[in-house]
């Protein structure tokens, strides 16, 4: 069973914004001279996942817009939305130690789209902006 995370944001978790962050979070840990990244398209567009060294790091849902904000508070207990948060998505990391690219990923992909990331089983490490 994957970690699940969620992205909170302000504006719709694009998979280019998604495809931007892997690219910078995989040439900070992995070097420039790396194996590139993989990103694969599912379902039509319902998922988009990333891929590093033939292992999926990172599976992003489409984004769903939020119907209150409170829905933040009650499915995620002790979780503040950044201000202006209208977007949730859903993603799901491994717990196997290459499941941290996938964090990574997804934390930079929902800070570059003014909003945070919350992760199963691991405190988070910003504060709602």
Same mark, same amino acid.
Not at 91 to 108: C, F, I, K, S
């Given at each position: 069973?994957? @970690? ?20 910078? /979070? ?5 070097? &420039?001279?790396?194996? &590139? ?13 990333? /891929?590093?060294?033939?292992? /999926? /790091?990172? !599976?992003?849902? @489409? ?18 939305? &950044? ?12 717990? =196997? &130690? ?14 570059? !789209? ?11 490490? =910003?504060?709602? =902006?």
């Amino acid at each position: 069973m994957p @970690r699940s995370s969620v992205a909170l944001t302000a504006e719709p978790l694009s998979g280019d914004a998604v495809v931007a962050a892997a690219g910078r /979070v995989w040439t900070a840990k992995a070097g &420039p001279g790396a194996e &590139p990244l993989e990103a694969r398209v599912l379902d039509e567009g319902a998922v988009l996942q990333i /891929v590093a060294g033939g292992e /999926v /790091v990172l !599976s992003v849902l @489409r984004p769903r817009l939020l119907p209150r904000l409170d829905e933040v508070e009650r499915l995620l207990p002790g979780t503040k939305a &950044p201000e202006g948060t209208q977007w949730w998505t859903d993603a799901y990391t491994p717990w =196997r &130690p290459e499941g941290a690219v996938g964090v990574a990923v997804l934390d930079a992909a929902a800070e570059a !789209s003014r909003g945070i990331a919350v992760h199963q089983g691991l405190a988070p490490t =910003r504060n709602a =902006r």
